[in-house]
């Protein structure tokens, strides 16, 4: 071995960093990591433009949908295509109770969780009875059968038009958009915060086994069927508070907004930004903002005729879906943590402490092979 | 009384339409365990390159027969380049890839196809056939959908019990490696089953486009309620396809009659919900042993 | 297996940072700096003008809509061509939103916060425009010729609002006062789509047909619109009803029409302009012939079916090819937009199109050199009256009434009219069965309009 030349030194100043140690307890931890977003986020809205602001709101309020579609689906291993429908329950149910009475919107925003809730129980009931694409076929129907209902019964849902939402008044001289944004990011970090605790904590275990194997966690005590419709419940109510923040953004809420299209997009963008993390729902919700645009400007790019250039965003998206699902399914956020692990791989020093995969939050990989 | 057999009637020929895609349904899912998402964009596809070949002057039974052939062989080529590398991993994997594929095969239909209007032709008559001194809701061409979706099913049926080929699909499907074992070339059937779904799923479409309205989106609506008809008939069996896509074809049939079409794809999920609550293997299965 | 009793979170930070900066990296890259134009108007320079719009141009609501734009630009063109509007070209920018109404607040944000357009013109849809009325009001970017007939373009909540087609409920009464006319004591039944257009419609229908006529009334939901609407149409048959009125899209038309001449039920039609189109309903008509048999024999089928349909205009149809104004049409299109007259010729969308984009082009040259937004609503207001359009009637607007059109003609399909020859085929024709007639939204009669109907300026007429 040689000798330790000055270059070996040079990091030694600042080993001291790879070596920071966070509380063990996960709520504190889940914190500061809360307030590091608060602090990170407050500079970029600040120093972005107002439309970009409301990207960045529509960003979070898909990472709230994405992560409760994670835990269901990822965690929990039920294959859900409906989440679209429960957004649209909390949309519904907050743009009702503005239309109707005066109620603060945080408590509008909770009756919008609430609904989506109980209806993630209705739906996760049966759904314990169903295994893999079964569940994701009944799901599918569950999104195409709930938006004509408010079609149908247009007079109390506002049909065509819709029924309005409004966004309550930025104080002092914040701009509407900034404000929003503000909004959202602060639930969707109370959610990412509530979730990485729930997902630490004993039913964070027992969803992993049940989706692992339902046969053993039952034997060792873990009642399998309340632990899936209580994924359920848990999933759709974080839905119903994206759908609810949806109509904020929107301004009108009318049953167009919830094609089916919609739960196929959350589909993709969580399988995309990695099935089970919730830091890889942060991708997927990037992907799902900025993809139309990105794809609009490649066909301009390409300069096709606008008939196929209008269909090139969803042939691309289709055939990435595919792709990835074939050969990276573990996402991007998958690949962000295998070629971390090479690279602090070839760079580990003595002392510096490198979890394993399964230690990281939500790190099961997704591809256990289940019956 | 009249509007009850006209809805009737309706029922049982779309009926036998989902009976065709269910079919499709619960040969790929016999074969591979898989629910293929993407049979009824598939069934589009060839649909609309039947219709091409019709805009071509080709005559109508040649297109027919060439979109089922089509369907054939997409059918088989689907199972080797995407589902294939899906061996042994994740349930979730082969849901998203026939969903991309579902959204890529829309797209694409709209992008070469346009947004332009237009039909496709029936095989038959589409009036309705005269008894007595009225028209009832049953015309020539709802008479050849019901012909051939038995004419398929029997066909199925025959070539799973009476033939060696058959009894080979149905033992690499059970116990793949022993099967292998025994010099069942196991690969090549199950794209074989994927090939003989893409043709009961090719003549679904062009049973349903001349009455639909013909766009790339027309079979998705189709394919969600053969996946209830293949789920309540139970999805191992190709009989419980046919009975399930009746009863299916019925409920929906109803419900838009007296209560509203928009209340139809609700209809359908009370319908499934109820199956599954009542006897969720469906009709014609046989309660599975599960490996513990 | 732990180690030690900490979790490093180094890794984590570390993670957390680089994202958040890749995050930032991106949004401040796709963020163009916002125009420096210092000039009178957003969107507005000395020699361009910036307008934008939603349409939808692809998913299940695009048919024939994805038309409409592109031959408002075929407009655009022949102005630029010729110097633009006071030295000003016309960039015309219009995003597909797939007529889901989250896009289109979306995009319409990116419109007017980041691409700075002067207005939207043409945007489509009522629930699509409806969800950013407020925010264009609030934002005072007018939102002007929404492509819809709804009653809500015109409210003076939404002072930045106009409409431009005529509204459902102005067509409504137009065609109910024509079957109270010509079918008096007969029974009618409505098939109407369950949304504003269809109540819209039906409401202006009840405003002239006694109720007591009305024997059925059949909806249908466009989202779940698969097969055909043969109970609606078993309904109607066995209530007896001997016209039918339908406020339909083309695609519930033809869903209608088939499963009606399947059992041999033969009503006399009454159907809104949306859904009565002869070149794009009629291929979907194609699907009732036989095995195909040839362009021929479905054009003679499906002439079978529309014959004798009532339906209505607002301007010359495109089978009146001695028309000034068809030809003006059809000199555009071809010299302007060559592919899309190749793919559709001229039919009921792209004479659509063309008519608002003379429309707004003429509300430029109103607003004068001084461009401002609030030159422009001022100009639509005050000169909207006198523009020279296609349609049979002047357009409405004034400072208390934000709609466009709102007289049309009743017009019968008939195989003894020329046809409309477009790229699919040749499709029956329509000739005029009423004089032009106006009316409003409200209570108003419907009376018979005696002014003037506009002829193409020389310059358009003349000009290649």
Sequence with gaps: MTQPGPADHALDNISWLWRLRLPTQPLLRHLIFALCGVGILYLLTSLLSPYNDYEVGEIALYVIALAGLSLLTGMNGQISLGNGAFMAVGAYTMALLMTHTQLNFIVELLAAIGAAAVMGLLIGIPATRLKGPYLAGMTLLFALALPPIADKWSTTFGGDQGLTTTVPNAPGNINPEEWLAWIQIIGALITLVLLANLIQSRFGRSFRAVRDDEIAASLTGIHVARTKVLAFVISAGCAGLAGGFLGLSTGVVNTGEFPLTLSIQLLAAMVLGGTGSLMGMLWGAVLLVYLPQWSTSLSGYFNLGSGASAYLATIIFGAVLIVVMIAAPTGIQGGLRWTWRHISGSMSRPGAVIPPVSELPGGQSPHVPMR | ?292 | MRHSNHTAIGRWTRVLVASAMGVTLATVVLSPSAGASGSSAPGVTSTGISIGATVPLTGPAAPGYDEIAPAMNAVFGWVDAHGGVDGRKISYNYLDDGYNPANTATLTRKLVLQDNVFATVGSLGTPTQAAVQGFLNSQKVPQLFVESGCNCWSNPKFPESFGWQPPYTVEGKVLGAYIKAHFAGEKVGYLSQGDEFGQDFIKGMDMEIPSASVVSRQTYDASTLAGPLSNQVAALKAAGAQVVAMATIPAATALAMLPAAAIGYQPQYVISNVGADAPTVGPLLSSFTQKGGGTAAQAKATAGLLNGVITDSYFAPESDVTNPWVKVETKLLTDYAPSLYAKSGLDGNTQYGIALGLTFVQALQAAGKNLTRAALISAIEGSGKKFVTPGFVPLSYSSSVHYGFQGLEVVKLSTTAPPAVTPSGSWIGGIAVSPVETTNVGSGPVVKYTGRTSTPPAKLASTS
Aim: glycine share 12%.
């Design chain 2, 1 to 292: 009384m009249g509007l009850f057999i006209n809805v009737t009637l309706d029922g049982v020929s779309n009926g036998m339409i989902f009976a065709a895609l269910a079919l499709a349904l619960v040969l790929i899912f016999r074969a591979t365990k898989i629910i293929n998402f993407a049979q009824g964009a598939m069934a589009m596809m060839t649909t609309f390159l039947a219709s091409s070949l019709l805009a071509q002057d080709l005559g109508y039974w040649w297109a027919f027969v060439a979109a089922l052939a089509i369907g054939f062989v997409f059918g088989a080529l689907v199972e080797r380049v995407l589902i294939r590398p899906l061996k042994g991993k994740s349930e979730l994997n082969p849901v998203v890839v026939t969903i991309g594929l579902l959204v890529v095969l829309e797209g694409m239909a709209g992008a070469i196809y346009g947004n332009a209007s237009r039909g496709f032709p029936a095989a038959y008559s589409q009036s309705g056939i005269t008894i007595g001194h009225s028209k009832i809701a049953f015309s020539h061409f709802d008479v050849f959908i019901v012909v051939a979706v038995l004419v398929l099913m029997i066909a199925i049926l025959v070539l799973f019990r009476a033939t060696t080929l058959g009894l080979r699909m149905r033992a690499s499907a059970f116990a793949g490696e022993i099967s292998r074992l025994l010099g069942v070339r196991v690969g090549m059937l199950l794209t074989l089953g994927w090939a003989l779904a893409g043709v009961a799923g090719s003549l679904a479409g062009l049973l349903v486009a001349p009455t639909s309205s013909f766009s790339p989106y027309y079979m998705d609506l189709v394919l969600v309620y053969a996946f209830t008809a293949a789920v309540i008939g139970g999805l191992e069996s190709p009989v419980g396809a046919l009975i399930g896509g009746v009863i299916t074809g019925l409920c929906i049939s109803y419900v838009g009659g007296y209560l509203g079409s928009g209340l139809q794809p609700l209809g359908a999920l009370v319908l499934l919900m109820v199956a599954l609550m009542a006897r969720p293997e469906g009709i014609f299965a046989r309660p599975p042993a599960r490996r513990v």
